[in-house]
């Protein structure tokens, strides 16, 4: 099978091309073909691949190219990690909503608008182009705003566009083993929301709900990230199990404030980082896997360290420092290709999932997966404090779609006030105004 990676210069590639190392099954990946706009920062991920690959006989096959195309054309499956802008327009996004006293992370509240409205006219011109040069492709989407960017993308490809997330699996490993679940697969996971936006609101073994039990016992909801960030009396409170990034709703003057006081934004750290790892990969004799697992090491340690810090959570746990987003691409990719069939978190259009929402909403729950691609499982309806939230956050994403089709500017500054964490329509103009002025990707708006 080929695989085209779009932003196959991007960092985490190396980190897909591990999980491919490991497959040596029948109906394996065996072409692998990174596209990227950068040449230089092809050629250093290239470098990465070939040495993982130095000790494995039967490696997947990788090229490299610049020409969009010629790396759709032929390929089985798609997976688009693109990053418009790259991380020099993610500091832009952090540096001018933090100007205005508001949260600029990539995919939550004023950054994750900015982020989709420069990205998501990029990613429907790749959809139409897969859907006219790989038509029996599936594309897997990386890309952030995930569920936003996978719900522009499906009005293309309907359900052959499927959004993953690691953050979903990560919370599911996390409470399952706070629990003693000797194997965390065999657990059904009650997760429902948006990508970035979601709740666990148990965890099934063997039929019994054993999520009663983690929020009956403030050790051990302490004794987990997600623990230490809401903290137990909230949790219980909630009586469930919030995504992370929902730090960002429920702590938003913390979180706000912290990341006005860092010394460096995170989007400006990646940037400083990465540099300096592709500048490194200029040196012909430079170990490229080893410099790539030094900067990983050092990137995965520091995620949402401001969140942490405001919080008073400390360090991240050993355990959670591993990723784990290529290995849901692999079990969905290989589920498609073999008909293996399996159990994953997902984003994929709605149907009649959530009834509060359209059946063409793309939303983040539960998915039987096979040949036929992700099917969204039944679940209870939200309670109403998170159907809000999720109706608040989705008619946001709509109104991006509609300014990315319209290049409408007043639906732009509607898009900005209409976010629960944008608390002022001048407030969403002044945003519209700052990220104009330092993103090239937003001259569409009119």
């Not at 038509?135 to 995930?146: E, G, H, L, Q, S």
């Not at 987003?325 to 994953?344: N, Q």
Request: charged content about 25%; glycine content about 10%; proline content about 4%.
């Amino acid at each position: 099978m080929k695989l085209t990676i779009l932003g196959g210069g991007g960092f985490r590639v190396p980190l897909v091309y591990g999980a491919l190392l490991g497959d040596h099954a029948e109906g394996r990946v065996t072409q692998v073909v990174l596209h990227d706009l950068d040449a230089q920062r092809l050629s250093a991920v290239t470098r990465v691949l070939a040495e993982q690959a130095a000790d494995v006989p039967d490696a997947p096959e990788v090229a490299a190219t610049t020409d969009l195309d010629e790396a759709l054309r032929g390929a089985d499956f798609v997976f688009s990690a693109i990053r418009v802008g790259g991380l020099e327009g993610r500091a832009n996004d952090e540096r001018v909503a933090l100007a205005e006293g508001v949260l600029g992370q990539e995919t939550v509240g004023a950054g994750g608008i900015a982020y989709g409205l420069r990205t998501v006219p990029v990613a429907v011109d790749i959809a139409r182009r897969v859907a006219r040069l790989a038509p029996d492709a599936w594309v897997i989407n990386f890309t952030n705003p995930a569920g936003l960017v996978t719900e522009a993308m499906s009005r293309h490809l309907g359900d052959r566009v499927i959004g993953i997330c690691d953050s979903p699996v990560g919370l599911g490993r996390r409470i399952a083993r706070v629990l003693g679940v000797q194997n965390p697969a065999e657990a059904w996971i009650d997760y429902v929301g948006l990508n970035h936006l979601g709740w666990v609101r148990g965890l099934r073994v063997a039929g019994r709900d054993e999520l009663p039990r983690l929020l009956a016992d403030p050790g051990l909801l302490g004794s987990f990230e997600e623990g230490k960030l809401f903290g137990a009396d909230w949790l219980r409170s909630l009586g469930a199990i919030p995504n992370e990034y929902l730090h960002y709703y429920y702590f938003n003057r913390e979180a706000v404030r912290a990341y006005q006081e860092a010394e460096q934004t995170r989007g400006a750290f990646l940037r400083d980082q990465q540099a300096r790892f592709y500048a490194e990969m200029r040196n012909p004799d430079a170990s490229a896997l080893k410099a790539w697992d030094a900067t990983r090491a050092e990137r995965e340690a520091t995620y949402m360290a401001e969140n942490r810090e405001s919080a008073g959570a400390g360090e991240r746990d050993a355990d959670d420092l591993s990723g784990g987003y290529e290995k849901v691409a692999l079990a969905l990719m290989r589920a498609i290709a073999r008909d293996e069939r399996t159990t994953l978190i997902l984003n994929v259009r709605n149907r009649s999932t959530l009834s509060v929402l359209d059946s063409e909403a793309v939303i983040e729950v539960p998915c039987l997966v096979d040949a036929n691609g992700a099917h969204p499982v039944a679940v209870d309806p939200l309670p109403d404090h998170a159907t809000g939230l999720v109706c608040a956050v989705k008619a946001v994403e709509r109104e991006v779609l509609a300014t990315a089709d319209s290049g409408s500017r007043t639906t732009a500054v509607k898009a900005f006030a209409l976010h629960p964490l944008v608390d002022s329509v001048n407030v969403a103009r002044r945003l519209v105004d700052g990220y104009t002025a330092v993103h090239p990707g937003l001259s569409y708006l009119k």
